[in-house]
């Protein structure tokens, strides 16, 4: 049963620290996307990928985050510094152009 | 660029009522169209999904008609369980923006359906 896995499930750290957020994608899939999810903002986009080329970033703050794909089989998607404002639930999704999204259980983060 | 427009929640239903949560869409082309739900502390799975007009998407006892004329896909269920309690998420497959790229879904802001036994 193939899944998005994502590392670390809980992340708890202070202001100012980076962050750093990884995710296995499905095997085979070609696009990657990262989002986070807020009670007040819903469900973001923040930047996709495919082929491991970064294709649209614009929903992600230039300055703090960034986002990569080193290889076929890890995303990483990394906040410095990170900022109180950071704390939501972090979601990695794979998938296939114009097809469903398999989304990862999520990254926790909480910025004191 | 495309959008997704769902009912806004919290929607509260009694153990075996009928479920309706509308949603429609503005698009540029033919897009597929989804549900997504999310149960609590978990990502988002695939519901059901509709690639073509008049296509009826179901699973779970939930369906959705893509209805290209109404530019809509109602989610419905005819007897909400307790176990459904979750969010729901409509989305289509498009454009970001004009002239964007292409390839992601755009998902509306979430219902939140929450069933009483």
């Known amino acids: 049963d193939a899944r998005v896995t994502q590392t670390p499930r809980h992340k708890v750290t202070e202001m100012g620290q980076e962050v750093t957020m990884r995710c296995q994608p499905i095997l085979g899939h070609n696009t990657v996307f990262w989002y986070r999810q807020t009670m007040m903002q819903g469900l973001e986009l923040l930047a996709y990928f495919r082929n491991r080329a970064p294709l649209d970033d614009s929903g992600m703050p230039k300055d703090r985050f960034s986002a990569e794909m080193p290889d076929a089989t890890l995303a990483t998607l990394k906040i410095q510094p990170s900022e109180p404002r950071d704390s939501a639930v972090y979601f990695c999704?794979?998938?296939?152009?114009?097809?469903?999204?398999?989304f990862g259980p999520g990254t926790r983060l909480t910025v004191l | 660029g495309d959008s997704v427009t769902q009912m806004e929640g919290p929607v509260t239903l009694s153990e075996e009522a009928f479920l309706t949560i509308n949603c429609t869409y503005t698009?540029?082309?033919?897009?597929?169209l989804f549900w997504y739900v999310q149960y609590p502390g978990e990502g988002l799975q695939l519901l059901l999904k509709a690639t073509k007009a008049d296509d009826k998407g179901s699973n779970k006892g939930f369906e959705a008609t893509y209805r290209k004329e109404t530019t809509s896909f109602h989610l419905e269920k005819g007897s909400v369980q307790v176990s459904d309690s979750a969010v729901y998420f409509c989305a289509l497959s498009g454009y970001m923006n004009y002239g964007g790229s292409q390839g992601n879904l755009i998902f509306g802001k979430g219902t939140k359906l929450s069933v009483k036994p």
């Open positions: 698009a540029t082309g033919y897009p597929s």
């Open positions: 999704a794979s998938g296939l152009v114009l097809d469903e999204q398999f």
